[in-house]
């Protein structure tokens, strides 16, 4: 499958599960609406994907909002297969990406190391 396609679906992907998120679908109290999407890797044969997740929120929330979609993920391809009209709709893992929040802690301490 070409690369353009690939990006594009990841695309469409992220798109459509944040709607998802945002608009209260996924009834959870462990889903934070806080969470963004940071990133989306679907595999070449669309079998797989991949969805990194970040929040500015605390670590265990960040982890509970990952439970939670990781738990209604067949809910969530089901809604996306029918939303997006793909043959192939990938089965979906959550992972909490806090790349981010890492990156705010070495700035720190690299700010506490040059007064």
Known sequence: M???RLRRIEHQLRD???SL???DEIKDPRLSTFVSITDVKVSKDLA?????LSSFQERRRL?????ALNHASGYIRG?????LGLRVTP???FVADTSI???????RKMEELNP
């Open 21 to 23: 998120i945002m608009g």
């Open 91 to 93: 089965a979906m893992t």
């Open 16 to 18: 459509a599960i944040s």
């Open 101 to 107: 929040a890492d990156g705010f802690t070495m700035t």
């Open 79 to 83: 809604r996306l297969g029918r939303k």
């Open 2 to 4: 070409g690369e353009f």
């Open 48 to 52: 797989h994907a991949k969805v990194f």
């Open 63 to 67: 982890e509970s909002s990952v439970e």
